[in-house]
């Protein structure tokens, strides 16, 4: 249920902007699969095809606003973070969200204390864990 503006090609192959859309990407296919969605569940919540969404995660398709909007409340996210954490739009402190590495730092931690699978108590062993093996590096 989608329409051709929400099918438009990537532009610009090599260049930064296909970069952004690869990164988008991966970060969408991320929080799908930190969701345990499968990308017919998220089709089905958002009303685009599950080909047009394994595209869009593999930077081959830029979309709409609407795609973007409608993938962002299928993850439980805003909108403007899922273009955020992709560098479309610069972080709070005015840098992207993707410079520097301890951005990775707090994804890691973030991605741990989301986790509905774990219990609160799996969830600080696996943080109290994570973190000594990353300031013992």
């Known amino acids: 249920m989608s329409s051709r503006d929400d ?7 090599d260049g ?9 990407g991966g970060f969408i296919r991320m929080q799908r699969r930190l969701a345990d969605m499968s990308l017919r569940e998220m089709a089905g919540l ?8 394994s595209q869009i995660e593999r930077g081959l398709h ?4 609407r795609v973007l909007r409608s993938i962002a409340q299928a993850l439980s996210i805003s909108p403007e973070e899922l273009l955020r954490r992709a560098n479309f739009i610069p972080g709070k ?3 992207p969200d993707g410079a520097g590495p301890e951005v ?11 986790d509905p699978r774990l219990t609160p108590g799996q969830r600080e062993a696996l943080l109290n864990v994570y973190r000594s093996f990353r300031d013992s590096g």
């Open 7 to 13: 099918e438009a090609p990537a532009q610009d192959a």
């Open 16 to 24: 930064p902007w296909q970069k952004q859309l690869t990164t988008l």
């Open 46 to 53: 958002t009303s685009v095809s599950n080909a047009y969404l």
């Open 62 to 65: 830029q979309p709409s606003l």
């Open 93 to 95: 402190d005015g840098a």
């Open 104 to 114: 990775t730092l707090l994804d890691t931690e973030a991605a741990i204390s989301a």
